[in-house]
């Protein structure tokens, strides 16, 4: 097991995107590994890799005791959308919200292996591989609410415990200035 933490929204690495994956190998194992034991044991119905802080585009789900992964996704969306279903990110723990995504999405891209790969998921697998490509992208969930709903939203998240608690940190390396003084 190799349950990393999990990155709460205010940290900067939830806002950047993520780069796409170019070697298939053990490394990327690995982090497919970490994401999948941290979201069995948050739980969590998917996770994506700017969540445990690695800036590569990759994503585990776990929805309808299907458990899986992809990488570099590309997505197709059906046009019809779910506007009610409530949605949660374990970057924001605690807190769901209606959030408006589209019902069908076929997902293409690769696995751990670099074999291609196309799934098609409805309803909350849809909805999930919209939620961690977006994470991929440094959208979050809050960004496809309308205003009112983004509004309600911001105030739980004010008022919600962790909320602060990934503001940044400065760190300091022992090493970068052979301990003099800048
Ligand atoms: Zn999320």
Redesign the pocket.
Same mark, same amino acid.
């Given at each position: 097991m190799s349950i990393q933490s999990i990155r709460l929204f205010g940290d900067p690495v939830l806002r950047t995107p993520a780069a796409p994956v170019v070697d298939f190998d053990k490394e990327l194992r690995k982090l497919v590994k970490d994401l999948t034991d941290t979201m069995m044991d948050a739980p969590g119905a998917?996770l994506?890799a700017p969540?445990i802080g690695v800036g590569l585009r990759v994503f585990t789900y776990y929805v309808d005791d299907q458990l899986g992964h992809l990488i570099n996704p590309d997505l197709d969306l059906s046009a019809d959308l779910d506007e009610e279903g409530e949605e949660g990110?374990?970057?924001f723990p605690g807190l769901s919200f209606p959030t408006p995504r589209a019902i069908r999405a076929v997902a293409k891209g690769f696995n751990m292996h670099g074999e291609p790969v196309v799934l098609e998921g409805t309803d909350l697998m849809a909805r999930c591989f919209q /939620?961690?490509t977006d /994470?991929l992208d440094g959208i979050l969930?809050i960004d496809r609410m309308d205003s009112k709903q983004r509004k309600l939203a911001m105030k739980a998240i004010r008022e919600a415990e962790w909320s602060g608690l990934s503001a940044p940190t400065v760190k300091f390396s022992p090493h970068a200035t052979g301990g003099r003084a800048l």
């Open positions: 998917g994506a969540q990110c374990l970057s /939620h961690e /994470h969930f």
